[in-house]
């Protein structure tokens, strides 16, 4: 039984990971941080979580704590990872695990030297039908690849929510972007660079609205990405096209639950007649086969950390085009 401690309050804690902690007989969260021990306390009545810390470090500090969930806005992630596993505790962390490829390496390379996991929460992944999905592409039942483009859109956060606030790298890049990426650079298995990026809707301060164009070096393949905080929706989309044909799975970023026929929920358009189906996720959702990877992995003492290091870099660059963009008058 694997003992896992939330590392804060987040909304998200719900969704992905107390709900399927409960779903499942093999791991359970014993303890839950927060900043205001109060808050945590609450929290651990309201959840039933045996134990309540007023601060991160107490977490930390919990000998009986195997893993460590990190919920915190994105700003903070980097430096819990590294607090996380100092203290000797594998590591979930939420999407985006961190904004640079430095600190990427750093916490990547903590990771191997204390032999613990180190693994972002890019819940989308780990469903059935994306892993088969990739797969078909992998294969190359596509051909050559020439196109790919990845499109994600939310509610309009409200105000005074962390995708709003700057300092907490916010914003609909480090938020929705980071998606994108992700799924471009699994598809693309070469390095990107951007050629162009531009804010579609903004505030003075944070990007919600952005729209980014992609090219392998030997420009063979190009890739463009759309996310937008400015939707009244929550809907999103992978288009790849290659010599042979193309495939669009709507609903692909979204943490589904299917309860039916795959296509009830991802809607896979394609120019080939005789695609195979993508498999069903049978009413479960993409956070419960995270959870299922995740600890199998602790099962194994498979401690390769799991990120995308292309997508980081991605992600880096984007941020810098971002900020220099935001700098302008609007
Ligand atoms: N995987 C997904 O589908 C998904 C979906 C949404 C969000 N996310 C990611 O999950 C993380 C949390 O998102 P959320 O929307 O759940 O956030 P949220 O509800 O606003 O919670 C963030 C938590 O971080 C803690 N915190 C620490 N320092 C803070 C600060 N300076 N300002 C505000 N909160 C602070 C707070 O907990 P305490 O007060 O208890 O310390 C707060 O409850 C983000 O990294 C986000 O990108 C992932």
């Known amino acids: 039984m694997f003992s896992i401690g939330l590392l804060s309050t987040a909304k998200i804690n719900i969704e992905a990971l107390l709900n399927p902690v409960r779903r499942r007989d093999d791991c359970q969260i014993t303890a839950v941080a927060s900043r205001h021990w ?13 134990k309540a ?32 596993l100092e203290a000797g505790k594998h590591i979930l962390c939420e999407k985006p695990l961190v904004c640079s490829y430095q600190e990427l390496t750093e916490l990547k390379n903590l990771a191997l030297r204390q032999n613990l996991l180190f693994m972002e929460a890019m819940h989308y992944q780990y469903h059935p039908a994306l892993i088969d999905f990739f797969r078909l592409i992998d294969v190359g039942i596509l051909g050559p690849l020439s196109y790919v483009s990845a499109k994600l859109r939310y509610y309009r956060p409200p105000v005074g ?8 790298k916010g914003g609909c890049l480090m938020h929705l972007g980071c998606y994108c990426l992700d799924a471009i ?24 609205a952005c729209h ?6 030997n420009q063979a393949i190009k890739a463009e990405f759309v996310c937008d905080f400015s939707g009244e929706v929550f809907d999103s989309e992978i288009k790849v096209v290659g010599d042979k044909g193309e495939v669009l799975l709507t609903s692909a970023l979204n943490p589904a639950v299917i309860q039916g026929f795959i296509h009830d929920i991802f809607s896979l358009k394609t120019t080939f007649p005789d695609i195979p189906l993508l498999s069903s996720g049978k009413g479960r959702n993409t956070y419960d086969f995270q ?40």
């Open 291 to 330: 959870l299922d990877y995740f600890i199998s992995l602790l099962k194994e003492k498979d401690h390769t950390p799991r990120l995308n290091e292309q997508a980081t870099i991605l992600l880096e660059k984007g941020s810098i085009l971002v900020n220099d963009l935001l700098k302008e008058p609007m």
């Open 212 to 217: 980014g164009t992609l090219t392998t070096t």
């Open 53 to 84: 810390y007023g601060s991160y470090q107490a977490l930390l500090e919990d000998h009986q704590i195997d893993a460590i969930y990190i919920s915190t806005p994105n700003s903070l992630h980097s430096s819990w990872v590294k607090a996380g």
């Open 185 to 208: 650079t699994r598809i693309i298995k070469h390095p990107l660079e951007f050629t162009n990026l531009h804010l579609t809707e903004r505030t003075p301060a944070i990007d919600l």
């Open 38 to 50: 109060e808050k945590a306390q609450n929290y651990a009545v309201h959840h039933t979580i045996p």
């Open 161 to 168: 929510d962390i995708r709003l606030d700057p300092h907490l």
